[in-house]
Nanobody, 115 residues
Framework: QVQLVESGGGLVQPGGSLRLSCTASRRIFSSDTMGWYRQAPGKQRSLVARITGGGRTDYADSVKGRFTISRDNAKNTAVLQMNSLEPEDTAVYYC?????????WGQGTQVTVSS
């Protein structure tokens, strides 16, 4: 069973930055896809960003130009750098990995953007 562990959430003021990390319990290969999703209260979980093994990235329209996803296969890690945060970005952020054809989710980390 592969585990994904997120870290880096917290409380930040509007306009601030946070960096979320997701570390897998086994090596990430070039065939694996890593991504970040979020779920705000009363809303469905939705894609924030994902990155394939080849480095192709996809972003939700609402975060384009503000968030950047990256990965380091040697460290089994995917990172979401979030800049210019807005109150609308407040949610629980989940790491998702498609590793070896199987889907895995992290436990989630809270991000709160408020003054």
């Amino acid at each position: 069973q592969v585990q994904l562990v997120e870290s880096g959430g917290g409380l930040v003021q509007p306009g601030g930055s946070l960096r979320l990390s997701c570390t897998a319990s086994r090596r990430i290969f070039s065939s694996d896809t890593m991504g970040w999703y979020r779920q705000a209260p009363g809303k469905q979980r939705s894609l924030v960003a994902r990155i394939t093994g080849g480095g192709r990235t996809d972003y939700a329209d609402s975060v384009k130009g503000r968030f950047t996803i990256s990965r380091d296969n040697a460290k089994n890690t995917a990172v979401l750098q979030m800049n210019s945060l807005e109150p609308e970005d407040t949610a629980v952020y989940y790491c998702r990995g498609v590793l070896g054809g199987w889907e895995y989710w992290g436990q989630g980390t809270q991000v709160t953007v408020s003054s």
